[in-house]
């Protein structure tokens, strides 16, 4: 049926052309935007998917921050412990000099004091951002931690990396000079560590942190525990108290290898020498004890003391060589972190790329067969207005 009234080609065009349009605004945003998706309405469940990854970018990029923080942080840490293994490897050069006859002991003990002076510069310099990993327990300006916690992942988990007191007083070498020696501690038949029984030795500390004032007698308390009882010494400001656990059917050998494993663990360089006893390499003020058969030797006098004072330096070597190692086991995992995370970030990106991303090329074909539509339906269009005027010819 033929109407003026109702032009029903004419309304199919005009659908046909809004339809193309929506079509075109759709495929327009997506060149425009390289997405697919980028609204909610487009594809619910898929931009609600695509909106947590680019959560979890934002997220990796935050760890990949703190990687990178925390390995600068090592990073400074490793060159200065470097700094000071060398400085250390020079000292033991001066103490073996020092053994010489004809040497002026003065002028070595100078030389000592020099190379102590630069283990501290060394270590007090050794701050990024505030962080410094080798004056743990130490007040030292600009420095506001002595520890990093870097984030390794999205969920937040960190590794935490301690630092260590390697100054001069941290490596037990405070005072050091060419009559140095080590005190010892025999035993006897009878030696059987037994619960509260203690071993004590007094060092001299910085405590206040301030170096224009005197060191302090600090007294490390290493007490023997089997866990059935509280520990009997009162720890304060002066007097520091180290737990060693031992077992009820533990020899005496393995408790006192207990004791050695703690005395290292509060810092002193103490072992067993190749007569069974008990040496405590350092400066220690006093070494006091009541465990059951042990006896404390009295300190070398002064003058005899060179071969101990060598034993002492190459203590702190290994004790640095053992923070370096660890300090490059930390920087080799960040490295490995810091490598995994990129990769992680790239697969995810990839992911969100082919959940969203818009294939420019199909777009480009759909664009062009969009305008081609959107001509002819707009020529349909032309043609059923002009119905109308056709009819008009039926009344002349």
Do not use: Y
Not at 149 to 172: E, K, P
Not at 240 to 248: G, I, K, L, N, T
Not at 355 to 366: F, K, P, Q, T
Not at 370 to 389: C, D, F, R, V, W
């Amino acid at each position: 049926m033929s109407s003026v009234n109702t032009n029903a080609a004419a309304m199919a065009a005009i659908r046909s052309l809004n339809n193309i349009g929506k079509d075109m605004g759709k495929t327009q945003q997506r060149i425009e935007t390289n997405l697919r998706i980028s609204k909610a309405d487009d594809d619910p469940a898929v931009f609600a998917i695509s909106q947590n990854m680019r959560a979890d970018l934002n997220g990796m990029t935050a760890v990949k921050d703190s990687l990178k923080f925390g390995k600068s942080a090592l990073t400074v840490a490793r060159d200065a412990a470097t700094q000071i293994s060398d400085e250390l490897g020079r000292l033991k050069q001066t103490m073996t000099q020092g053994q010489q006859q004809g040497l002026d002991a003065e002028q070595i003990n100078n030389q000592i004091t020099n190379a102590l002076q630069n283990i501290d510069a060394f270590a007090n310099s050794a701050t990024f951002n505030g962080v410094n990993l080798l004056v743990n327990g130490l007040t030292v300006d600009g420095v506001t931690n002595t520890s990093v916690d870097i984030v390794r992942d999205i969920q937040g988990s960190v590794t935490s990396v301690q630092g260590t007191d390697s100054t001069s007083a941290g490596l037990d070498l405070t005072g050091l000079s060419v009559t140095s020696a080590a005190r010892t501690v025999t035993f006897d038949d009878t030696l059987a560590p037994a619960n509260g029984e203690v071993l004590t030795v007094t060092v001299q500390r910085d405590l206040d942190g301030d170096p224009t004032t005197a060191l302090e007698d600090v007294d490390l308390v290493f007490e023997f525990s089997d866990g059935t009882a509280a520990l009997g010494t009162t720890p304060d400001p002066n007097v520091r108290v180290f737990d060693v656990q031992f077992e009820a059917t533990d020899s005496p050998l393995t408790r006192v290898t207990a004791l050695i494993t703690r005395m290292k663990e509060a810092g002193l360089d103490a072992g067993l020498n190749n007569e069974g006893e008990l040496f405590i390499r350092g400066n220690s003020e006093d070494v006091t004890t009541d465990i059951t058969g042990a006896t404390v030797e009295a300190a070398p006098a002064a003058g005899t003391g060179q071969d101990e004072a060598i034993a002492l330096v190459e203590g702190a070597i290994d004790l640095m060589g053992t923070r370096l190692a660890n300090l490059g086991a930390n920087i080799r995992q960040v490295d490995g972190l810091t490598t995994f995370t990129t990769q992680l970030n790239d697969s995810i990106k990839e992911g969100l790329g082919a959940l969203v991303d818009a294939d420019l090329a199909e777009e480009s074909a759909r664009l062009t067969s969009l305008q081609t539509k959107q001509q002819l339906a707009t020529q349909s269009l032309s043609i059923a207005n002009e119905q109308s005027q056709s009819l008009l010819s039926l009344f002349r």
